[in-house]
Antibody
Framework: QVQLQQSGPGLVRPSQTLSLTCGISGDSVSSNSAAWNWIRQSPSRGLEWLGR?????????DYAVSVKSRITINPDTSKNQFSLHLNSVTPEDTAVYFC??????????????WGQGTLVTVSS | DIQMTQSPSSLSASVGDSVTITCRASQTIVSFLSWYQQKPGKAPKLLIYAASSLQSGVPSRFSGSGSGTDFTLTISSLQPEDFATYYCQHSYSNPFPFGPGTKVDIK
């Protein structure tokens, strides 16, 4: 059974960097058949996919255009986890952040396991 | 970007009712469409992928259909634990957007 455990601060100051970590059990961040995603949810933007990291003989990253200039997602193979860093945050980045495992089946890419969610508030 | 819409935005139903939720894409997404259920304070839960494939462990009263731009999620006999918000999501292209959601509550 795959489990994802999120950690990180719930309050970030404007213009600073939001950093969250997602620990993986029951799978490997280096899996050749999964991808590791960050998704956020806010009343104004709904559910919004932010990006992913995955390993296919080398590491790849994909990011949503809306955050591409500000986001980094990094794998940590020594701890079997991955992290989100979103810099230059504004109050618009206030949301519940989820990590999720992405998988492909029948050509479709979907999120089958999710972390518990972290409410991150951007405020001074 | 391909936009997703859902209808209705909310509905009221009784236990035992059959419920259908519609999701429409702004252009074809073939069958790259998933459905999720979310309860307050919880993460979304995968129900259906590839438009009609039931995720392991999900009750068979949930079913999905459609291809191209129009898709449906049907709950054949609504149970008390099914009152929640339902989202569609496509994976045809980055950024894999979700629909705005359909809230199903008790009549």
């Amino acid at each position: 059974q795959v489990q994802l455990q999120q950690s990180g601060p719930g309050l970030v100051r404007p213009s600073q960097t939001l950093s969250l970590t997602c620990g993986i059990s029951g799978d490997s961040v280096s899996s050749n058949s999964a991808a590791w995603n960050w998704i956020r949810q806010s009343p104004s933007r709904g559910l919004e996919w932010l990006g992913r990291t995955y390993y296919r003989s080398q590491w790849f990253n994909d990011y949503a255009v809306s955050v591409k200039s500000r986001i980094t997602i990094n794998p940590d193979t020594s701890k079997n986890q991955f992290s989100l860093h979103l810099n230059s945050v504004t109050p618009e980045d206030t949301a519940v952040y989820f990590c999720a495992r992405g998988r492909i089946d029948s050509g479709d890419y979907f999120f089958d396991y999710w972390g518990q969610g972290t409410l991150v508030t951007v405020s001074s | 970007d391909i936009q997703m819409t859902q209808s209705p935005s909310s509905l009221s139903a009784s236990v035992g009712d059959s419920v259908t939720i519609t999701c429409r894409a702004s252009q074809t997404i073939v069958s790259f469409l998933s459905w999720y259920q979310q309860k307050p304070g919880k993460a979304p839960k995968l129900l259906i992928y590839a438009a009609s494939s039931l995720q392991s462990g999900v009750p068979s009263r949930f079913s999905g259909s459609g291809s191209g731009t129009d898709f449906t999620l049907t709950i054949s006999s609504l149970q008390p634990e099914d009152f929640a918000t339902y989202y569609c999501q496509h994976s045809y292209s980055n950024p894999f957007p979700f629909g705005p959601g359909t809230k199903v509550d008790i009549k």
